[in-house]
């Protein structure tokens, strides 16, 4: 669900790599038909309609199977500012699509799910910012409020109805896939990295640090970026765990280190300039969330190996075919 988006995409081409069949169901409303990989089938349809998760099941059928192993769920809305001022959108699509989503499931005997999740369902962690799986959840946007709705959901359904899911909670996801076919590309950008090179290439006048008074070693927040491939290749591992191991799991994607928002900086100013300013702080934005990733590396065997460096270079590189530069 959501294959055609930035995130799903990254995962549809890791899943085909690896040898498996996929079928992409996307409403197309932030991702695009093209980011489809090749081999993968393509179903439009919306989350949100009960009536297009059906369709999609049944022209999936399997005389002695039901119609997916696992479905992977990529279909959320995932912009905190835009999630403080639409909270009933967010909640429409981030819980209702889940819900109508797991029934389908249940419905057509589809037992393993693969839940996108994230690092905004801490909220403001109690300690020093480093989140681990069983640190509580506190969410301040309605973007991780949604979220965390949704896992809670699907743990009451996976008891339920007997169905195993692998809930990752993502930290902030950047970078392209090495082939340069998809990658970040939309109107408007609102995370950090992508906003930082649109203005080293001339596609923004400028860039606003937002905020420098935080309550970290330089003032602006500290977040844990994971490169997009590593991300894509721990959802194969996922998919592969639940067939195999039929339990579930929680587990945070996040490379474990904390880079502040003037280290990203500095990072891209190695490759291209990043003319920017100062100014207030964002509503919604936690001073600092740094994953613990020893879940997913310990069950799953799943090690980032794609550093901030390779983020940025690689969004550049990705931004600078698709925009011709
Ligand atoms: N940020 C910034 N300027 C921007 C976009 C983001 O200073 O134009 C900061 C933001 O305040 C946060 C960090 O960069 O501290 C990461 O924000 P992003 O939107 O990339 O991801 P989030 O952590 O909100 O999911």
């Known amino acids: 669900m959501g294959g055609a988006g930035y995130i799903g995409s990254h995962a549809v081409y890791e899943m085909v790599r690896a040898g498996h069949e996929v079928v992409v169901m996307d409403n197309l409303s932030t991702g695009s038909r093209d980011m489809v990989h090749p081999d993968a089938r393509f179903r439009a349809g919306d989350i949100r309609v009960h009536g297009d998760l059906r369709q999609v099941f049944i022209a999936e059928q399997r005389p002695d199977a039901p119609p997916f192993d696992v479905v992977l769920h990529f279909a959320a809305k995932l912009v905190?500012?835009?999630?403080?001022?639409?909270?009933?959108?967010?909640?429409?699509?981030?819980?209702?699509g889940v819900r109508l989503m797991l029934a389908t499931m249940v419905d057509y005997n589809v037992r393993n799910v693969v839940f996108s999740s994230t690092a905004a369902v801490y909220g403001n962690p109690v300690g020093d910012g480093t989140c681990i799986e069983d640190t509580p959840a506190n969410p301040i946007n309605p973007y991780g409020a949604s979220k965390l709705a949704a896992e809670n959901l699907i743990r009451w359904v996976s008891e339920a109805h007997d169905m195993n899911y692998c809930i990752f909670?993502?930290?902030n996801v950047a970078g392209a896939d090495a082939s340069l076919e998809i990658g970040l590309l939309k109107d408007h950008l609102t995370h950090l990295i992508p906003v930082a090179l649109q203005a080293g290439l001339g596609l923004r006048a400028s860039?606003?640090?937002?905020?420098?008074d935080y309550p970290t070693p330089d003032g602006t927040c500290v977040r844990d970026y994971i490169h997009v491939t590593d991300l894509a290749k721990?959802?194969?591992?996922?998919?592969?765990?639940?067939?195999?191991?039929?339990?579930?799991?929680?587990?945070?994607l996040g490379s474990g280190t904390g880079f502040s928002v003037t280290q990203v900086l500095a990072e891209a100013e190695k490759h291209i300039h990043v003319p920017h300013s100062y100014g207030e702080r964002r509503p919604g934005d936690p001073?600092?969330?740094?994953?613990?990733?020893?879940?997913?590396?310990?069950?799953?065997?799943?090690?980032?190996?794609?550093?901030?460096?390779?983020?940025?270079?690689?969004?550049?590189a990705f931004r600078r075919k698709s925009n011709a530069l």
């Open 207 to 212: 860039m606003m640090v937002l905020g420098n």
């Open 234 to 252: 721990a959802h194969v591992l996922g998919a592969e765990y639940l067939l195999e191991s039929q339990t579930s799991l929680l587990a945070n």
């Open 169 to 171: 909670r993502y930290f």
């Open 80 to 96: 905190v500012p835009e999630s403080m001022t639409q909270p009933l959108e967010y909640y429409h699509n981030n819980v209702e």
């Open 287 to 316: 001073a600092k969330l740094v994953a613990s990733n020893e879940v997913a590396r310990t069950v799953l065997g799943w090690e980032p190996t794609l550093d901030l460096g390779d983020m940025i270079s690689s969004d550049l």
